[in-house]
């Protein structure tokens, strides 16, 4: 089965600094990395999705790349505000089919103001 | 429009007695999964059902069971509780149709076992 390492697990940024997480993945087949964040005591919710067919997705703030062959994916967080503090998760899976995400361990993001 | 609603929000049992989580989702989602969440383990894939009328083992299945009611609920059962089932547990569903995958999740049961 897949198997998706997640690192820093913990990460720890003054107010304004950009942070980046990374995973990688076993699966070459996995074609749908989606990343989660999960605010202390609440849900984890989507907040960017990235399909293998392209390499960078960009909303505001956050930014999501893709490397196939290094099977690698990165989160991107510039100008990080005290809010953006929370537990992040990446995924990864195969699209469709027996869709069944596997999940990093997670990172702690820590912004100071 | 609720999303997935889970019940209950906490719970404390001891040893050996047992219990049942509750996952209804108002979405018409087709999957549905229960996921729980230890510190420094992410979270962790229990059992799934990829539709009504089927479930499937998971990463960590053991000391638990299932039932997909129908499309809308999908319950988690702990017939005899033990010390190690303490964690957060999370319910949630998709519709893996491969335009819109994410996973909705309900608000978590933080479930004690002494």
């Known amino acids: 089965g897949e198997n998706v390492e997640q690192h820093p697990s913990t990460l720890s940024v003054q107010e304004g600094d950009s942070a980046v997480i990374k995973c990688t993945y076993s699966?070459?087949?996995?074609?749908?990395f989606p990343w989660y964040k999960q605010e202390l005591g609440k849900r984890p919710q989507l907040i960017i999705d990235i399909r293998s067919n392209v390499g960078e997705k960009k909303d505001q703030r956050i930014a999501v790349t893709l490397n196939k062959t290094a099977k690698h994916f990165s989160l991107h967080i510039t100008e990080t505000q005290p809010e953006d503090s929370a537990v992040y998760f990446c995924a990864a899976t195969l699209s469709g089919g027996s869709y069944i995400p596997t999940f990093g361990r997670g990172t702690s993001l820590i912004v100071h103001p | 429009n609720a999303g997935v609603t889970q019940t209950p929000k906490f719970q404390v049992l001891k040893t050996g007695q047992s219990m049942t989580l509750q996952c209804a989702q108002d979405?018409?989602?087709?999957?549905m999964y229960w996921y729980r969440q230890d510190p420094g383990m992410g979270l962790r894939l229990i059992y799934y059902s990829a539709s009504e009328g089927t479930t499937d083992k998971g990463e960590v299945p053991n000391g638990y069971n299932v039932s997909r009611l129908n499309k809308r609920e999908f319950s988690l059962r702990l017939e005899s509780a033990a010390p190690s089932q303490t964690s957060v547990y999370f319910c949630?569903?998709?519709?893996?149709?491969?335009?819109?995958?994410?996973?909705?999740f309900g608000s978590g049961t933080q479930l004690s076992v002494l």
């Open positions: 699966d070459s087949a996995s074609n749908y």
């Open positions: 979405m018409n989602h087709n999957s």
């Open positions: 949630a569903s998709s519709e893996p149709s491969g335009l819109d995958e994410k996973l909705f």
